[in-house]
């Protein structure tokens, strides 16, 4: 009876265990993390420039205004910079 006891016991002991191990083939996986860091020479450059005249004259204040302006966008256009490649705001 004892060693039928024990067998029983033993058997009951190794069924309780057996579920506990996974038996199932576990999945192959790779895992990598990476940080990088990358230096560029700059492409766009964003520039303000204003053009401030002042005169008792309103009309000489005006052509001295226009001139110096024409005179900051042909420098502009000497120095490669397209018409295209920028705007010019209204006077305020």
């Not at 990476?34 to 303000?48: N, T």
């Not at 008792?56 to 120095?79: N, W, Y």
């Amino acid at each position: 009876m004892k060693l039928t006891f024990i067998t029983l016991l033993i058997s009951s002991l190794l069924c309780a265990i057996a579920p506990a191990q996974d038996c199932r083939e576990r999945p192959r996986l790779i895992t990598v993390n990476g940080i990088a860091e990358i230096s560029v020479v700059p492409d766009e450059v964003i520039l303000s420039l204003g053009v401030i005249s002042r005169d008792k004259d309103v009309a000489t204040a005006k052509s001295q205004h226009d001139s110096r302006v024409k005179k900051i966008l042909a420098e502009t256009r000497e120095a490669g910079v397209e018409p295209s490649m920028y705007r010019q705001a209204l006077c305020q």
